[in-house]
C-alpha cells in the first residue's frame, strides 16, 4: 500500500480544497472501487428484474443466489493465498527482481483454477439443476476468482486507472446485457430457468468484460513474461504461514455467520441447491456499504501522516540512527498513530451511529421489512467492529507482527463461528447479535494486541525471530513448488 501515499501526498501539499476532495476520492478508488461497482451492478440489476414481467420471483431469486455464491466463495478461495502471495510479491518489488512477478501470477493462476473446479465439482455433484446451467455458473465463478487475481497484481503494479476502467466497462456491460434481455425476453428461447439462465449469461459476460480488461493491462504492465518459476512463491507458505491462517480466516470469519442462519429459523433452499437467509443476507448487505468511510479514511491517513513517521522510525533502526533518534521517531509514530485511529474510530463511529438514528426514514425509503431493519441495527455495530479488525490487522502486518494478526484472524472466526452456533436456537431474536458481539471482541482483542505491540515497538523490530529461520523438515511448499516448477509444461 505504500505506493498509493506518493500521489495521495502530493495531493495533500497542494493547500486547495480541491485537491483534498480528490486525494479522497483517488483513496475512495483504491480501497473500495471495484468493490462498489460489482455492488451497485448487481444493486441495480435486482431492481430492474423486479420490472420484467416475464420473470417471477424464483427465477430473479435463481439469478440472485447464483451470483452470490459466486461471489462469497471467490472471496474465500481467494483468500487462502491472497496475504502469501501479497508478501511474496511486494518482496519481489522491493528486490528489484520484477522479471519474477508475471510467473508468479502465472503459478497463482493455476493453483486458483485447480481450486475453483474442485469447489464447482462439489457444487455440480449435489445441485440438481441442468447441466448447461451448472457449466454457466463454472464460467463466472472462473472469472470472478480471476479478477482477484489481477486485482491483487495491478494493486501492487499500481496500476489502479486501469483496474477502476475495467470494472467500470464490466459493470456497465452487465447492466446493458441484462436490460436487453429483460426488454426482450420473449426473443430468447424458452427452457428450464432459460429466463435465469439468459440473466446470469448477460451479468458474466459484463464479468469477461472486466477480466479481459485487467488482463490485457495485466500484459502492459509486465512485458516480460517468462514462465519459469512459476511456483516458486509457494515456498512463502512454509517462510509465512502465519499470513495464510490470517487471510484465510477473516475471510472465513466474514461469512461464517450467514452460513450458520443459512440453516436456522426463516432460511430457504431454493432448487435444492442454495441455501439462504433472505432476512439476514439483506441486513448484511446493507452494513457492509455503511463502511466506506473507514476504507477511505484508512487509507488516506496511513499514508500521508502515519507512513512517513513509520519510514523514518525503521529507517533509524536499519541505517543505525542512534537510540535518540530511534526514540524521538518512535514517540512521534506513537503519536500519531493514535491521533489517526482516534479519527479513524470516531469518524466511523458517528457515521455508523446515525445510520442507527436514521434506520426506521432508510427502511422506509428503502422498502426494506421490520425484520431487515431490526437485524440491520446488530450488523451495522458489527461491520463497524469488522472493519475496525481488519485496519488493526493490516497494522500489525505493517510492524510484522504477524503473529498477532494471525491470532486476530483466529479469535474473529471462532467467536462469530461460536456465537452463531450458540444464538442459533434463539432464531429471529439472535440472528445479527453473533455478528455484532463477535466482531466487536476480536477488535478490543486486536486493539489491545496493538497498544502493547506499539509499546516495545523498538524491542521487536531488534529482537523479532526471523521468519527466514525455518527448517528443512518444514517446508512441504517449497519441496511442492519446486516440484511442479520442474513439471510446468506451459
Known amino acids: 500500500m505504500a505506493g498509493i501515499g506518493f500521489k495521495l501526498q502530493k495531493l ?8 483534498r476532495i480528490k486525494a479522497y476520492a483517488f483513496a475512495g ?24 414481467s416475464l420473470l417471477d420471483l424464483q427465477e430473479r431469486e435463481l439469478f440472485n443466489l447464483s451470483v452470490a455464491y459466486c461471489f462469497i466463495f471467490s472471496q474465500v478461495l481467494f483468500g487462502v493465498q491472497q496475504l502469501v502471495v501479497t508478501r511474496y510479491t511486494a518482496d519481489l518489488f522491493y528486490e528489484r ?5 508475471f510467473p508468479t501470477f502465472i503459478g497463482m493462476t493455476k493453483v486458483t483454477l485447480a481450486l475453483a473446479f474442485i469447489g464447482w465439482l462439489i457444487f455440480f455433484w449435489i445441485s440438481p439443476l441442468p447441466y448447461y446451467f451448472k457449466w454457466l455458473m ?47 425476453a420473449a426473443w430468447f428461447p424458452i427452457f428450464e430457468h432459460s429466463n435465469s439462465f439468459f440473466l446470469l449469461a448477460g451479468f458474466t459476460s459484463g464479468m469477461l468484460v472486466t477480466l479481459f480488461g485487467l488482463f490485457m493491462s495485466m500484459l502492459m504492465t509486465f512485458p516480460n513474461r517468462s514462465k519459469e518459476n512459476q511456483f516458486s512463491y509457494l515456498n512463502y507458505f512454509d517462510r509465512f504461514p502465519s499470513l495464510f491462517w490470517t487471510g484465510f480466516l477473516y475471510n472465513v470469519g466474514i461469512w461464517v455467520c450467514n452460513w450458520v442462519i443459512w440453516f436456522g429459523e426463516g432460511h430457504g433452499f431454493l432448487l ?8 439476514y443476507d439483506t441486513a448484511i448487505f446493507w452494513s457492509y456499504l455503511t463502511i466506506i468511510p473507514t476504507l477511505i479514511i484508512f487509507v488516506v491517513s496511513v499514508e500521508t501522516r502515519f507512513y ?17 533518534q530511534i526514540k524521538n521517531a518512535k514517540a512521534a509514530m506513537q503519536r500519531v498513530l493514535k491521533q489517526e485511529m482516534e479519527r479513524l474510530i470516531r469518524s466511523q463511529g458517528l457515521f455508523s451511529l446515525l445510520i442507527l438514528l436514521t434506520i426506521g426514514s432508510l427502511a422506509s425509503f428503502l422498502s426494506l421489512e421490520p425484520e431487515i431493519a431490526s437485524i440491520f441495527r446488530f450488523t451495522t455495530i458489527g461491520a463497524f467492529a469488522n472493519a475496525m479488525v481488519l485496519v488493526i490487522t493490516l497494522i500489525l502486518l505493517y510492524f510484522e507482527d504477524r503473529r498477532g494478526a494471525m491470532w486476530t484472524s483466529i479469535i474473529f472466526f471462532l ?13 429471529y431474536d ?5 455478528f455484532s458481539i463477535g466482531s466487536t471482541l476480536a477488535f478490543l482483542f486486536a486493539l489491545a494486541r496493538l497498544i502493547l505491540f506499539i509499546e516495545k515497538v523498538d524491542y521487536q523490530a531488534f529482537c523479532q525471530p526471523q521468519a527466514l529461520t525455518y527448517t528443512k523438515k518444514r517446508t512441504p511448499f517449497t519441496k511442492l513448488g519446486s516440484w511442479m516448477n520442474k513439471r510446468t509444461l506451459f
Do not use: C
Not at 416 to 425: A, V
Open 12 to 19: 495533500f501539499q497542494e493547500d486547495y480544497f480541491s485537491s
Open 29 to 52: 478508488l483504491v480501497t473500495s472501487g471495484p468493490w462498489l461497482v460489482v455492488i451497485a451492478t448487481i444493486a441495480v440489476i435486482q431492481w430492474m428484474t423486479s420490472f420484467f
Open 97 to 101: 527482481r520484477t522479471e519474477a512477478i
Open 138 to 184: 463454472l464460467i463466472l465463478f472462473v472469472t470472478v476468482n480471476l479478477i482477484w487475481v489481477l486485482f491483487l497484481f495491478l494493486s501492487a503494479a499500481k496500476f489502479y486507472q486501469a483496474v477502476a476502467y475495467s470494472f467500470l466497462a464490466g459493470g456497465g456491460a452487465a447492466l446493458l446485457l441484462v436490460f436487453l434481455f429483460g426488454k426482450n
Open 272 to 279: 435444492e441447491s442454495f441455501l439462504y437467509h433472505r432476512i
Open 308 to 324: 512517513e513517521r513509520y519510514r523514518v522510525f525503521y529507517g533509524y533502526i536499519n541505517e543505525g540512527g542512534t537510540l535518540s
Open 415 to 427: 467467536l462469530n463461528l461460536g456465537l452463531s452456533l450458540l444464538f442459533l436456537p434463539f432464531g
Open 430 to 434: 439472535g440472528y445479527g447479535l453473533s
